[in-house]
């Protein structure tokens, strides 16, 4: 047995020694051509940095400010057109004096009648308050399932007449999200 051990460790020196001793030659540096570009004639101009931008008592973030820039957004400057939804107005829809999604919600959840079964989840839905002060266009963004989304949406359309939003002293129509929980409460 120690015959055997001998002859492998043997055997592995010898194959270390070998691999050691055969060693590749070093690459010769191959030298790339150096480049020099002539100095800028133009003034580059630093980016212009964002002020904050304020309209009445609401502060608005880096993307909803890029957004205005580029005239992708709800601009103050520009009057809104006759059947335009806002997403944001100077005076954003109320009820009962305050605009509250949990003053919504109270109210959807007043109305609301799962159906047997019904998953536990968050519906999202966007929510359109016309010039009147009505609720238009309900749509579920994100739902759980078809009859739980539907039901949501017949809760939606019982919700009383908002006093309307307005913007630069006139009526008109804002959109936003609610976010409405699903409980299955089953005793």
Same mark, same amino acid.
């Given at each position: 047995?120690?015959?055997?051990?001998?002859?492998?460790?043997?055997?592995? &020196?010898?194959?270390?020694?070998?691999?050691?001793?055969?060693?590749?030659?070093?690459?010769?540096?191959?030298?790339?051509?150096?480049?020099?570009?002539?100095?800028?004639?133009?003034?580059?101009?630093?980016?212009?940095? =964002?002020?904050?931008?304020?309209?009445?008592?609401?502060?608005?973030?880096?993307?909803?400010?890029?957004?205005?820039?580029?005239?992708?957004?709800?601009?103050?400057?520009?009057?809104?057109? =006759?059947?335009?939804?806002?997403?944001?107005?100077?005076?954003?829809?109320?009820?009962?004096?305050?605009?509250?999604?949990?003053?919504?919600?109270?109210?959807?959840?007043?109305?609301?009648?799962?159906?047997?079964?019904?998953?536990?989840?968050?519906?999202?839905?966007?929510? &359109?308050?016309?010039?009147?002060?009505?609720?238009?266009? =309900?749509?579920?963004?994100?739902?759980?399932?078809?009859?739980?989304?539907?039901? &949501?949406?017949?809760?939606?359309?019982?919700?009383?007449?908002?006093?309307?939003?307005?913007?630069?002293?006139?009526?008109?129509?804002?959109?936003? &999200?609610?976010?409405?929980?699903?409980?299955?409460?089953?005793?």
């Amino acid at each position: 047995m120690n015959r055997n051990y001998a002859f492998c460790a043997s055997l592995v &020196v010898a194959l270390m020694g070998s691999s050691a001793l055969a060693q590749t030659p070093p690459k010769e540096p191959t030298s790339k051509p150096v480049v020099v570009r002539p100095p800028a004639t133009e003034k580059l101009t630093p980016p212009v940095k =964002p002020q904050p931008c304020r309209i009445g008592e609401i502060t608005f973030r880096k993307e909803q400010q890029r957004r205005f820039a580029l005239g992708l957004g709800d601009t103050p400057d520009k009057p809104p057109g =006759p059947n335009q939804v806002l997403t944001y107005a100077e005076r954003m829809p109320a009820l009962d004096g305050e605009f509250s999604i949990n003053a919504i919600l109270a109210i959807i959840n007043r109305y609301l009648v799962l159906p047997p079964n019904a998953l536990e989840g968050r519906v999202y839905m966007r929510l &359109v308050v016309d010039k009147a002060g009505r609720v238009r266009h =309900p749509k579920i963004l994100k739902g759980v399932r078809a009859d739980v989304d539907s039901a &949501v949406v017949a809760a939606t359309r019982r919700l009383p007449r908002f006093t309307p939003g307005q913007h630069g002293g006139q009526a008109v129509n804002v959109s936003f &999200v609610v976010p409405v929980s699903i409980k299955n409460e089953q005793p």
